[in-house]
């Protein structure tokens, strides 16, 4: 900005200068133009600076001489600070139109009186345009945006850091993700579902790096494969001489492990009824007793539990406690197949083939045809064992380009044909519809779920799995 011009000379020893220097003052945080105009207590302007004439059109010394009110009435300034200055005996501060120009400009007006009190001066500064200050806003506005976004997308990036195992392109896993995003950091419990192998471990881990608690410990358990006899002394722990075969100091449980950060039960499903009563307990008091204990611990920690199982069939059938699964399933993800979101099987593949090969020393690209057929496969064990296969072929395959021929036996490219290529047209038929009631099953484990997907009752579902599922 260039210097703004130096009237004070202008003015004799006995004027008042003091709300001059006010305004100038930079503790006013006014962004001041160097466009300036002086005139007398009648209003005949007496000096305007030459970036005043420039910037608003004035031909040099055009306006000096003249009447401030003068030039209000034909319209050159609407409103006049300068008139308005005079008029009032105040500083004045409104928009000013220079109206041959069409420019609206903040301007503020200063009066100056002599020792007597008496007005002898107006000053007026302008100072940014209200075109300029429109396009601050604008400015801001759109840096606002800016940042927002870039906020959201540089935390996005962040949390996904956290969790480089869960890679996706498909509309239905984003719309997961946002999911987790929005519920991270929530002390809601959260039920997650989908079937084997599709990475409900991963995503249970994902939440935990997500939240507040990631410092924290993850904790998991698998409450499938815990003997009923241990899985309450696993979970809760014990003190000393609690049973024949325990630990001589007692043993803290997992989950004791848990405090300050997740509690992760995958299988859920599998819990036995009086450990299933346990868990509620524990959900509504926060609070365990150690077998063989006399003391309640309290706890704090967030629970996350998985299941493949149907748990609304088991409650029907009364093998999971209503008020229990109520508890658990306050946020349900449900982690849709692999199959069902074909987008993410070429970005896992590469994902899985550059960690194996990695840790293999290898250096394996996939052949186009290899990856059509990943692209197609149904992947009845998911994630897990597109990861599985991937891990195989970096393992065996000794050619630098991994190709169809090197897929084992049980990948036969033809798989997705009908098993059955000799016989009556009814025997063919028979060994098809096999394929397709194990297939379902796999996927699903229930008669229930065969029924919905293929749209047969339970009772058909249920003869054709006992006839063809061994």
Not at 340 to 354: G, K, N, S, V, Y
């Amino acid at each position: 900005m260039a210097q703004t011009p130096d009237f004070t000379t202008l003015f004799d020893d006995g004027i008042n200068l003091r709300g001059l220097f006010d305004i100038l003052s930079p503790e006013n945080n006014l962004v001041l133009a160097d466009d300036m105009m002086l005139s007398d207590a009648k209003g005949t302007i007496l000096r305007v600076s030459e970036s005043y004439e420039r910037n608003f059109g004035f031909v040099h010394d055009s306006i000096v001489g003249r009447s401030a009110f003068d030039l209000e009435a034909d319209g050159t300034f609407s409103p006049c600070v300068t008139a308005e200055v005079i008029r009032q005996r105040r500083k004045i501060t409104a928009t000013q139109t220079i109206n041959h120009t069409h420019k609206n400009v903040m301007t503020v007006g200063i009066p100056l009186f002599d020792s007597a009190g008496e007005l002898k001066f107006a000053v007026c500064f302008n100072t940014v345009s209200m075109e300029q200050i429109n396009a601050i806003q604008r400015n801001y506005r759109h840096l606002q945006d800016s940042l927002q976004q870039y906020t959201q997308e540089i935390a996005e990036l962040r949390t996904r850091a956290t969790s480089t195992s869960l890679i996706f392109k498909s509309a239905s896993m984003q719309r997961l993700w946002t999911l987790m995003q929005n519920t991270a950091n929530t002390k809601a419990n959260i039920l997650i579902t989908g079937e084997t192998g599709v990475g409900k471990s991963a995503v249970a881990k994902a939440i935990h790096a997500m939240s507040s608690r990631s410092e924290g410990p993850f904790i998991e358990v698998n409450c499938a494969v815990l003997h009923e006899n241990l899985i309450e002394s696993e979970l809760f722990g014990y003190e000393k001489g609690a049973f024949t075969g325990a630990a001589s100091g007692g043993k803290i449980g997992k989950i004791e492990l848990a405090n300050d950060g997740t509690l992760f039960l995958d299988e859920i499903g599998e819990l036995p009824p009086h450990i299933q009563s346990k868990l509620l307990q524990l959900i509504q008091e926060k609070t365990i007793e150690r077998l063989s204990g006399n003391k309640r611990i309290e706890l704090d920690f967030r629970l996350l539990v998985a299941t493949n199982r149907n748990l609304e069939e088991a409650v029907q059938r009364g093998l999971f406690r209503s008020d229990l699964f109520y508890r658990l399933n306050v946020i349900r993800i449900h982690i849709p197949p692999l199959r069902q979101r074909r987008e993410d099987i070429l970005p896992l593949a590469h994902q899985f083939l550059a960690r194996f090969c990695g840790e293999y020393e290898k250096n394996l690209t996939f052949s186009p045809r290899l990856l059509t057929f990943l692209e197609r496969y149904d992947w009845p064990g998911n994630v897990r064992q597109l990861e599985n296969l991937v891990e195989r072929l970096v393992i065996t395959v000794q050619d630098p380009i991994i190709d169809l021929g090197h897929l084992p036996p049980e990948y036969d490219a033809g798989s997705s044909a009908a098993p059955a290529r000799e016989g009556t047209l009814a025997e063919r038929m028979d060994a098809y519809e096999g394929q397709i009631i194990r297939e379902s099953y796999r996927r699903w484990g229930t008669t229930v779920a065969v029924a919905r997907e293929l749209g047969i009752s339970q009772a058909t579902a249920a003869r054709k799995v006992a006839k063809y599922v061994k």
